[in-house]
């Protein structure tokens, strides 16, 4: 498996766990999916750079 896949696997698992449907994280707003946005970003930049 390469760098990209594994960054790939742990951002789906990130955005799944940041969804809010389960009531312990409905009161959370907008924060998990701001910062998984965040490092989205980050990585898509990194891809496209040839850094990953």
Do not use: E, N, Q
């Not at 490092?39 to 750079?49: G, Y």
Request: charged share 0%; hydrophobic share 65%; aromatic share 6%.
């Amino acid at each position: 498996m390469t760098v990209s896949t594994i960054l790939l696997v742990i951002l789906i698992l990130l955005l799944v766990g940041a969804l809010p449907t389960w009531p312990h994280s409905a009161g959370w707003g907008y924060r998990p999916s701001g910062l998984i946005g965040l490092v989205l970003v980050v990585v898509l930049i990194l891809l496209l750079m040839g850094a990953i």
